[in-house]
């Protein structure tokens, strides 16, 4: 086993573990999706939509964007970062804007769909986001909120480009991604 190998599969154990630290279910995630997609995707099942959350989380750049988005969260809830930021990410700050740019790593890895069913959640707060966004007065969710929503609007976009479920991230893409 390869050192890149080891770290790739503590980045991806360490993405699942954080967003289930912080209240987020896959399942809540899919719920999403599913909403998102059913209307165009008729045969769509709640499974193909756990299934293709998981298949979004299996993407580095994905985990490293949760780990990322995460953690200052929890840093800044703890009190760990300056006054100045801490301040700026408790309250949500509207005009902060890093959070939405970070996950913009995340919904961009499936194409411009995403980034309409991002804005989409963001504006209508759905499901398990809405609860994020109720919980603001008491828990820094400034980073949270947005991954939540890039990845199910990733996982949308994957299902209606109907990509063949074979993302590895342990196996280079040998063609470019299909937009
Ligand atoms: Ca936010």
Same mark, same amino acid.
């Given at each position: 086993m390869t050192k890149d190998y080891i770290h790739l599969k503590h980045l991806k154990s360490r993405s699942y573990e954080l967003l289930a630290e912080r209240g987020v279910s896959i399942e809540e995630i899919a719920k999403i999706v599913f909403d998102l997609q059913h209307s165009y995707v008729e045969?769509?099942?709640?499974?193909?939509?756990?299934?293709?959350?998981?298949?979004?989380?299996?993407?580095?750049?994905?985990?490293? &964007?949760?780990?990322?988005?995460?953690? =200052?969260?929890i840093a800044a809830e703890k009190g760990l970062l300056s006054p100045l930021l801490c301040d700026l990410l408790m309250r949500d700050e509207g005009l902060y804007g890093i959070d939405e740019i970070l996950t913009l790593s995340?919904?961009?890895?499936?194409?411009?769909?995403?980034?309409?069913?991002?804005?989409? /959640?963001?504006?209508?707060?759905?499901? =398990?986001?809405?609860? /994020?966004?109720?919980?603001?007065?008491?828990?820094?969710?400034?980073?949270?909120?947005?991954?939540?929503?890039? /990845?199910?609007? &990733?996982?949308?976009?994957?299902? &209606?480009?109907?990509?063949?479920?074979?993302?590895? =991230?342990?196996?280079?893409?040998?063609?470019?991604h299909h937009f």
């Open positions: 045969s769509l099942t709640m499974q193909d939509c756990i299934d293709n959350v998981h298949a979004v989380m299996q993407k580095r750049e994905v985990q490293n &964007a949760i780990i990322t988005g995460i953690e =200052i969260d995340i919904v961009n890895v499936y194409g411009s769909i995403g980034l309409t069913n991002f804005g989409y /959640l963001d504006k209508l707060k759905p499901g =398990i986001i809405g609860k /994020l966004n109720d919980e603001k007065s008491h828990r820094c969710n400034t980073f949270i909120d947005d991954i939540v929503g890039a /990845l199910a609007a &990733a996982a949308a976009s994957r299902i &209606a480009h109907a990509q063949p479920q074979t993302d590895e =991230i342990s196996v280079p893409p040998k063609k470019p």
